[in-house]
């Protein structure tokens, strides 16, 4: 059996031994069961992008709402805000794998271009087989980053010994 957390009399978490009146308790509410209407009103627009959908912000309110138990305007709005919070990291961290992935092929086609006269389309399959052992793999670029600098190289030199003179 897990450890029981209580806050107020409230039961945060769920236990072996829950009884139907707890498992009650612990059910996530409708969007508007006790949310105090300036909360309803902020929840109605929520910060999400328009490529972004509602729902997994509604979850996260959600989640929060279930895990503190609000009971005032307060309470309420600190959940709201954390919300907010947390949605926005998820997204910045997102932004930054996707300028990150971005950066890396970009640094790629530089170096292929710099360092080969062929350029990178000339270049890239055979890299690809040589790294990857087959002419169909992911990107190259996520292939490179996926395996590393070292384990890159040594597989370069692994196929340049491998190919004939």
């Not at 912000?57 to 907010?84: C, D, G, K, R, W």
Request: with cysteine.
């Amino acid at each position: 059996m897990t450890e029981e957390i209580t806050t107020g009399g409230s039961e945060i978490g769920e236990t072996s031994g829950q009884t139907e009146d707890t498992k009650a308790k612990t059910e996530v509410p409708s969007r508007s069961d006790g949310i105090p209407e300036t909360i309803q009103d902020l929840l109605s627009a929520p910060p999400v992008l328009p490529h972004e959908s509602e729902e997994p912000f509604f979850a996260l309110f959600e989640s929060f709402q279930n895990y503190v138990m609000p009971e005032n305007i307060i309470e309420y709005h600190l959940v709201y805000t954390a919300t907010v919070c947390k949605w926005e990291i998820r997204r910045y961290r997102f932004m930054a794998v996707a300028v990150t992935t971005n950066q890396q092929q970009a640094g790629l086609t530089s170096l292929f271009e710099q360092t080969s006269k062929a350029g990178l389309g000339k270049v890239a399959q055979p890299v690809r087989v040589a790294v990857a052992g087959s002419a169909i793999s992911p990107p190259i670029d996520a292939t490179l980053a996926l395996l590393g600098r070292e384990r890159t190289l040594a597989r370069i030199d692994a196929a340049l010994k491998q190919s004939p003179p």
